[in-house]
């Protein structure tokens, strides 16, 4: 009989290229805020100064960020997850926030509520390059400062750290209870800006 070896199956991550418009919106979102923003920093993991609540403007999103769900799916067959419901229900966006990131700030290990989470990053005021000079661990083996990781285990219980490079004007989509973190950059005196927001299912309440 011959040999044969079999993967395991895993779920990986979407990466997107945001609409104009949408880009738009969340730029001028962020012009707005001021002292009677909402802050979400006593709910939020962040080690930030700065986590605004701008779910008013989910209704802008909401059928782009749903698209790239299906979108998701259609690669990795995530929503087979769910299959423990009785009856079907749509997919709606409940949470959206405004990360404004300073030097030395950071995020831990931590992960989302709902069933898909996404971040969109509209500013990034530093590059591998800079931060590869100006951080602390720029002669460690494992330079991490400015990256968004993403952690996983394998079949074996061992943890890997996948860095996601970020760019301006994309989108990341993963599962929402993938663990994550974003590390404290020290390269610039400029705020680092993404938004991030979560995906669940729609419910009626009378």
């Known amino acids: 009989m011959t040999a044969q070896t079999f993967n395991f199956p895993n779920y990986g991550y979407l990466i997107d290229d945001v609409p104009f418009d949408i880009l738009s919106v969340l730029t001028n979102e962020v012009t707005l805020i001021n002292d009677t923003s909402i802050a979400m920093n006593t709910i939020l993991a962040g080690n930030l100064q700065e986590e605004y609540n701008i779910s008013h403007i989910s209704p802008k999103l909401e059928p782009y960020i749903l698209e790239l769900?299906?979108?998701?799916?259609?690669?990795?067959?995530?929503?087979?997850?769910?299959?423990?419901l009785t009856d079907s229900v749509p997919f709606t966006m409940n949470d959206l926030w405004l990360n404004l990131q300073r030097k030395n700030e950071f995020n831990p290990n931590h992960d989302h509520s709902g069933i898909m989470s996404f971040v969109i990053w509209l500013e990034i005021p530093y590059t591998r390059e800079e931060e590869?000079?100006?951080?602390?661990?720029?002669?460690?083996?494992k330079n991490c400062s400015g990256n968004f990781e993403l952690l996983y285990t394998s079949t074996l219980g061992n943890i890997s750290y996948l860095n996601v490079p970020t760019q301006e004007g994309k989108i990341l989509m993963f599962p929402n209870s993938m663990v994550h973190c974003v590390y404290p950059f020290y390269s610039s005196n400029k705020k680092r800006v993404s938004v991030s927001g979560n995906i669940y299912l729609k419910t009626d309440r009378d």
């Open 132 to 141: 590869n000079l100006h951080s602390p661990g720029r002669e460690s083996n």
């Open 69 to 84: 769900l299906y979108k998701y799916d259609k690669d990795f067959n995530y929503l087979q997850t769910l299959v423990n």
